[in-house]
């Protein structure tokens, strides 16, 4: 089976984009399931309600997410409704919504995905290796197709789970930097990783924002309001080849594909 895992949406030019191309793109590359982190989709910081089911009607079938998921209040009685937006596992155990889903595929397969973040100039939250742990031992009994995102910002942080997960899980893509990295492989015990999965966001930016705004706050250290930046749209993420049987990966390519401005 083919799953597309999409990195950090931002602002409404990439959910324009993906509303335009994503259903194309699952006939094209014959994806069974396609799973989205949508931390930053509005406004280009949070995710509102509006904005997730915008993605999930564009054809979405679980949105992950981090560190911004509480930025806009509305989204939090929403996860008491809609089982599909992931938080975080490894946040507090008494934060609204779950930290993982099992969901069925175009072929029926049940993919569970699991969210977790890192704890390296992120904040201060469970132990994501010890969450992953104790999380697989429920998630196991939903199938043997897991798709792991770890939301973090060390390298070294997402490497070393790729290699704490390998074998146990179909895949370990990561994600908030918004910066595609070109690492993706499949580990020896059948686990296909990439440290960043990248964004989908306006490509002349810093980061999806505008970069005007964002050289002016490195140049004087004040204040600023960011902004997503306007212009053309590339999406990022990663298409993962998993033997639904074993759940094993036997293959993983990168996605990058421009789109014009919306």
Known sequence: ????????????????????????????EALDFVIANGENAAGGKGLDVDSAEELFDAGIDVITSGNHIWQHKQIVPYFEREPRLLRPANFAADCPGSGWVARPARDGT???????????????????FRRADSALKAI???????????????????????????????????SHTHVQTADERVLPGGT??????????????????????VLRRFRNQMP??????????????????????????????RLQEMQPPC
């Open 192 to 213: 296909a990783y990439l440290t960043d999965a990248g964004m989908c966001g306006p490509i002349d930016s810093v980061i999806g924002m505008r970069k005007d705004e």
């Open 140 to 174: 196991a009994r939903e199938g043997r197709v897991i798709v792991v995102d770890m939301h973090g910002e060390a390298t070294s942080e997402k490497v070393a789970m790729g290699w704490y997960l390998d074998g146990r899980v179909s895949a370990v893509v990561g």
């Open 1 to 28: 089976m083919r799953i597309l895992f999409l990195g950090d949406i931002v602002g409404r030019p990439a959910r324009r984009a993906l509303r335009g191309r994503l259903r194309e793109l699952r006939k094209e």
């Open 224 to 253: 600023v309001r960011f902004e997503v930046a306007p212009g053309p749209v590339i999406l990022q993420g990663a298409i993962l080849e998993i033997d639904p049987a074993s759940g094993r990966a036997s293959g993983i390519r």
């Open 110 to 128: 049940q993919v569970a995905v699991l969210n977790l973040i890192g704890r390296v100039f992120m904040g201060s939250f469970d132990c994501p």
